[in-house]
């Protein structure tokens, strides 16, 4: 595949050690392909915003190599910044500033003016519905428009990458699900290739083609959301009785049917893991039906990115999380 | 040049903010006014003494109160990069491939605007208030002038200290602590053959001494213009090590990031 050959983004072996000795990354490497969401997952101080920081030039790695739109970061910093946008953790926009002049400044920094620049931002303020308070300034806005309008200025000079930085944090959750909207349709459109790091899990399960889990420095695990997923032998089933049964005769029954793992009875329920849940469900109701036991309910259950981290990490996220109280974003 | 269309930018955005808060403007320029009113009438008597040549006490303070004003405009500006710093508007600038050195040019030079109607306002409260000089129409220029060269190179430097410390209290310290003595150091209120000897040497060194004797020089009714031009071109070499030492910083910071 053509895309296999040219990634858009790739990281190979990248190590930084901060002064003051803390290891943010110990060989990170990943690639994106051209025109899909990749989201690098971990919890605070995994080294995402580090992997971002020398992915945009702002920084520079102590050893590996990275390339972005075909551009050796190290070498051609330049180049890569008038090919990419980014939303960096912090929001830069100038709040002193409307909306309309923030976009209109970093236009100017790409080169871009005139009635160029002025159709772009009309366009962008359309896009993210900021028309209204395009005059006003900007410390006015809300959280949720703040984050829109920084998004809106990493995108005037149409970046063949864009990079967000933990884009939905500190929002509320209204706010959150309209971020991921416009993310979500940003994706699909122009080509455009997005990296995407969150400590949210459900954001890069919504969001994402591709998801890294990143944990101390290093990728862990590498996969679409549902193969990461699939890769943890399945989903849990779980059937429940209207009566206690006899557990020889739900086991017996259970085992017949095909890709069944785990099997646990209760006196009025069972448990199991199957490789697809949905699939399996029909499959164990017939032979508990041909066996004469009759089922009430049956409840499916996916696993989450948080059972993957756990799988692969062997710790849970929340857990990670805690451990980390000093956010590598604030360094 | 991309520089320089970056800096005119970087410009016209702190212009416009400065433009948004009109009673920042005016607010800055209360302490000034008061020197020139207070202490005009303070002072009033002491051109009598021997051997300070002046025909009027605010001829003499008008230039050190358009120098001072200037002295602190440049000395407090690094707290506005700590404002930037802390909003992640610097980072997000390095994001894109602005010109560097029009970060902090941009900032000098609207200072420079600022300062510059700051003085013209001062300079016409200082007629106002009965300031004549020899030759004001190449004077006052000159002054004006030698004002902006010293605050760009105080602007810069507070920049470059903001940049290294990153803390606003520290710049609050640091400004408090120099700026004020840098006044008294200098031939602002006093005749500079009236202050006492170890003042004097302290004053030759001090830049503020360089602009405002280069303004009164040059508002003579006889400038000596080799005077005018050694101080013109003392500050001149300082602002320029000034700007120096801000790039030195900027590029610190950038390797901190």
Request: charged share 15%.
């Given at each position: 595949?053509?895309?296999?050959?040219?990634?858009?983004?790739?990281?190979?072996?990248?190590?930084?050690?901060?002064?003051?000795?803390?290891?943010?990354?110990?060989?990170?490497?990943?690639?994106?392909?051209?025109?899909?969401?990749?989201?690098l997952l971990g919890p605070n101080g995994a080294g995402k915003s580090t992997t971002v920081k020398i992915l945009t030039t702002l920084t520079k790695a102590d050893a590996g190599e990275a390339v972005v739109a075909g551009l050796d970061v190290a070498r051609r910093a330049a180049d890569v910044r008038r090919v990419i946008g980014c939303v960096a953790q912090k929001s830069g926009v100038d709040a002193n500033a409307t909306g309309r002049e923030n976009l209109r400044l970093q236009g100017r920094f790409y080169g871009m003016r005139g009635a160029a620049l002025e159709q772009r931002i009309d366009e962008l303020l359309a896009r993210f519905r900021l028309a209204e308070s395009a005059d006003k300034i900007s410390r006015t806005f809300s959280g949720g428009m703040q984050r829109k309008l920084d998004i809106a200025m990493g995108l005037i000079h149409r970046p063949a990458v864009l990079f967000l930085d933990e884009p939905t944090t500190g929002l509320d959750p209204e706010a959150r699900s309209s971020l991921w909207n416009e993310i979500s349709s940003l994706?699909?459109?122009?080509?455009?290739?997005?990296?995407?790091?969150?400590?949210?899990?459900?954001?890069?399960?919504?969001?994402a083609d591709r998801v890294g889990i990143v944990d101390r420095g290093r990728l862990v695990a590498e996969g679409t959301p549902e193969g990461l997923k699939s890769e943890l032998q399945g989903d849990a089933v779980q059937v429940e009785f209207s009566e206690p049964?006899?557990?020889?005769?739900?086991?017996?029954?259970?085992?017949?049917?095909?890709?069944?793992?785990?099997?646990?009875?209760?006196?009025?329920?069972?448990?199991?893991?199957?490789?697809?849940?949905?699939s399996a469900a029909p499959a164990i109701l017939s032979a508990l039906d041909q066996a004469g036991l009759r089922a009430m309910a049956v409840r499916i259950a996916r696993p989450s990115l948080d059972d993957v981290y756990l799988?692969?990490?062997?710790?849970?996220?929340?857990?990670a999380d805690a451990q980390q109280p000093l956010s590598e974003g604030k360094r | 040049m991309k520089l320089i269309r970056d800096s005119v930018y970087m410009t016209q955005r702190h212009l416009m903010a400065l433009w948004r808060q009109p009673f920042w403007v005016v607010f800055m320029l209360v302490q000034p006014v008061i020197w020139l009113a207070l202490y005009g009438q303070l002072f009033r008597r002491v051109v009598e003494l021997p051997g300070f040549h002046a025909t009027s006490y605010v001829s003499f303070l008008m230039p050190g109160v358009v120098v001072t004003n200037a002295l602190f405009g440049g000395g407090w500006q690094g707290m506005g990069i700590i404002?930037?710093?802390?909003?992640?508007?610097?980072?997000?600038?390095?994001?894109?491939?602005?010109?560097?050195?029009?970060?902090?040019a941009g900032r000098i030079l609207s200072l420079c605007v600022g300062g510059g109607v700051?003085?013209?306002?001062?300079?016409?409260?200082?007629?106002?208030?009965?300031?004549?000089?020899?030759?004001?129409?190449?004077?006052?220029?000159?002054?004006?002038?030698?004002?902006?060269?010293?605050?760009?190179?105080?602007?810069?430097?507070?920049?470059?200290?903001?940049?290294?410390?990153?803390?606003?209290?520290?710049?609050?310290?640091?400004?408090?602590?120099?700026?004020?003595?840098?006044?008294?150091?200098?031939?602002?209120?006093?005749?500079?053959?009236?202050?006492?000897e170890w003042m004097q040497k302290a004053a030759m060194a001090n830049p503020v001494t360089w602009a405002v004797e280069s303004g009164r020089e040059a508002l003579d009714a006889a400038p000596d213009w080799g005077r005018v031009t050694v101080r013109l071109a003392t500050l001149a070499a300082f602002t320029v090590m000034s700007m120096w030492v801000a790039t030195r910083a900027f590029r610190a910071y950038q390797r901190s990031v």
């Open positions: 595949m053509d895309t296999q050959a040219s990634p858009a983004i790739r990281a190979a072996g990248l190590k930084k050690t901060y002064a003051g000795g803390v290891k943010a990354l110990d060989g990170l490497s990943f690639a994106v392909a051209p025109g899909t969401v990749y989201a994706a699909g459109q122009h080509g455009i290739t997005i990296l995407l790091t969150t400590h949210y899990l459900e954001e890069a399960d919504k969001l049964q006899n557990e020889a005769s739900v086991r017996a029954a259970l085992e017949r049917v095909a890709g069944i793992r785990e099997i646990v009875v209760e006196t009025q329920a069972v448990h199991a893991r199957a490789q697809h849940g949905a799988h692969y990490t062997g710790r849970s996220f929340q857990e | 404002a930037d710093l802390e909003r992640g508007i610097i980072d997000r600038f390095l994001l894109t491939p602005v010109s560097r050195p029009a970060i902090i700051q003085s013209l306002i001062l300079i016409g409260l200082g007629f106002l208030m009965g300031a004549r000089y020899g030759s004001p129409w190449i004077g006052l220029p000159l002054l004006v002038a030698a004002s902006m060269l010293m605050m760009a190179a105080f602007g810069a430097l507070s920049n470059a200290m903001a940049l290294v410390v990153r803390k606003e209290e520290s710049v609050i310290g640091a400004s408090n602590m120099l700026l004020l003595p840098m006044t008294f150091l200098s031939p602002i209120y006093m005749a500079k053959a009236l202050m006492p």
